[in-house]
């Protein structure tokens, strides 16, 4: 009998670090996890321990079946219905507190197209290292307004307004208000 082959743990993890835009250092700070064991397990030289999978799943905002590629895609058989219910939403946070992200796209279309919902308080600023060659962003403004940089070029986008810029080179979306600021950000790296 053939056993199924296991789940690409290495892969998985290095996907979900790079479309968080964070170094290892980064994940190492948040999941307590050192820099040397996240490189070995990136490069499937170790086997993670449970606990060892939890804290990164804990620190990327996923569910650990998420990891493990166990986890519910339909809730009953036949159905063409994928639910994530709010409190299951993964939910990531800039270093300062002030700018807070859901995952609201799957972990498997990583490589190619991300979403987000981003709330940003006031001051807060997401500022991002260049993502891979081609990749765009594409922000539309759910409530408040924002400063959005790339590379030399600034604008300033209000509420329902929509931008698309290189994501290739550094770039950040930055609320200069006094109120809250709500966007949805699409990453999108052609294939």
């Not at 170790?46 to 449970?50: A, E, Q, S």
């Not at 859901?102 to 799957?106: A, D, M, Q, S, V």
């Given at each position: 009998m053939n056993q199924p082959a296991p789940p690409d743990i290495a892969t998985t993890i290095k996907e979900l670090r790079s479309a968080r835009s964070l170094t290892l250092d980064q994940l190492a700070a948040a999941s307590g996890i050192s820099k040397s064991?996240?490189?070995q397990i990136e490069r499937n030289k170790?086997?993670?321990?449970?606990g060892t999978l939890w804290s990164?799943?804990?620190a990327?905002?996923?569910d650990i079946a998420d990891l493990l590629g166990t986890g519910s895609k339909v809730k009953t058989p036949g159905s063409q219905i994928s639910t994530m219910k709010a409190h299951q939403t993964p939910e990531i946070q800039s270093a300062d507190g002030k700018c807070t992200l859901?995952?609201?796209?799957?972990h498997n279309l990583v490589s190619r197209m991300e979403w987000y919902e981003v709330n940003l308080e006031k001051g807060g600023i997401l500022d991002s290292d260049p993502h891979t060659a081609n990749t765009?962003?594409?922000i539309t403004i759910l409530d408040g307004a924002v400063t959005i940089s790339t590379g030399d070029d600034t604008d300033i986008l209000q509420k329902g307004d929509t931008a698309r810029y290189a994501a290739d080179v550094r770039h950040s979306i930055k609320n200069h208000t006094n109120a809250d600021a709500r966007a949805m950000l699409i990453v999108y790296t052609p294939g």
């Open positions: 064991m996240l490189s170790t086997n993670p321990t449970v990164l799943t804990q990327l905002g996923i859901r995952i609201l796209g799957p765009v962003e594409h």
